[in-house]
């Protein structure tokens, strides 16, 4: 499936809550990179705040783009009744993309709402898929994946990671991907640790385009912290940068730079002058201030590494 004619590129996010905000910002990335392209924007999100959804059609208006909410309830069904529940609804998000899509466009781009766009994207409208059913990034830990997933038996030729899908619609459900993914997630003889990214490499294992890495460079912000590298380590030519793991940019503790790079193009969106910190749980903070204190320590920094201590024993101290 190649395009031939100008059509609109649209992107697509499965978020709920506590992601919006990162979405936004990213669709603000997006839009700085890409004023011109014509693209249309869609969330599908579990729910959706009164504020959300004002910043979101505020930025609809910004930028002249069209940004379509849709929220669960509105979904074609993907599961039984006995497989509701918030982590099925998660992925329902995702899965319910490609049929919601399909009246009006036969190609859809899939974004993490955790990823900044960094440059041009104009390719992806054009990109043929006429011979794959989706166009994505090799996983940077492809190896180690497939190796995982060998010992259950599934060979695997190759392991992408599912931050960015460039989706051919039509083979996607002629093949039923989400109705095959959601077995493979529900089958009790199978443990999949990346649950719904493990499974779609299963059911797509040898149907990808696999696309250069600046399509989605893939930034542990853990690795690079544990090894006390604070700079960007992304190539010149990035198009999108991926912050994969549980340790994010928009936090104010973050010492990285991808939170100024973060905070660059949320100054460009409706969230602007927003708390960095907000929704962020006491768990969290827990989590975050023992990792600090821990890496710091191991680094030798011993007076950084003893701030972040005493965060962590004050927040210990209130828990208990």
């Not at 709402?113 to 043929?128: F, H, P, R, T, Y």
């Not at 190796?147 to 931050?163: E, I, P, V």
Request: charged share 20%.
């Amino acid at each position: 499936m190649s395009h031939t004619t100008a059509q609109p590129l649209h992107i697509a996010f499965a978020v709920d809550e506590h992601y919006v905000q990162p979405m936004g910002v990213n669709i603000a990335s997006i839009l700085a990179h890409n004023p011109d392209l014509d693209m249309i924007f869609h969330v599908f999100c579990i729910e959706l705040s009164t504020d959300h959804q004002d910043r979101l059609q505020h930025l609809a208006q910004q930028s002249g783009k069209t940004i379509h909410i849709h929220p669960l309830p509105s979904l074609p069904a993907l599961t039984e009744p006995e497989h509701s529940g918030h982590y099925s609804q998660a992925i329902h998000l995702r899965l319910s993309i490609p049929q919601a899509l399909a009246p009006i466009t036969d190609r859809v781009l899939y974004l993490d709402a955790d990823m900044l766009c960094l440059g041009e994207i104009s390719k992806l409208a054009q990109l043929d898929l006429s011979e794959v059913t989706v166009a994505a990034v090799r996983d940077f830990n492809a190896l180690s994946m497939r190796t995982r997933l060998s010992y259950q038996h599934c060979t695997l030729r190759d392991y992408f990671n599912a931050g960015l899908l460039l989706i051919n619609i039509p083979r996607w459900l002629e093949q039923r991907v989400s109705e095959r993914t959601l077995d493979k997630m529900l089958n009790p003889t199978l443990k999949l640790k990346y649950r719904d990214q493990d499974a779609l490499n299963l059911v797509l294992d040898a149907q990808v385009r696999v696309l250069d890495s600046v399509w989605n460079h893939q930034c542990s912000l853990t690795r690079s912290l544990r090894k006390a590298q604070l700079e960007l380590d992304a190539p010149a030519d990035t198009r999108f940068i991926h912050f994969i793991g549980p340790l994010k940019p928009w936090r104010s503790w973050n010492p990285h730079a991808s939170r100024a790079l973060f905070v660059q193009y949320q100054s460009q969106s409706p969230w602007a002058g927003l708390d960095l910190d907000d929704h962020f749980s006491e768990r969290e903070r827990y989590v975050y201030t023992r990792f600090m204190y821990r890496t710091l320590f191991r680094q030798r920094r011993y007076l950084q590494g003893m701030r972040w201590y005493l965060r962590f024993r004050a927040l210990k101290a209130k828990a208990a």
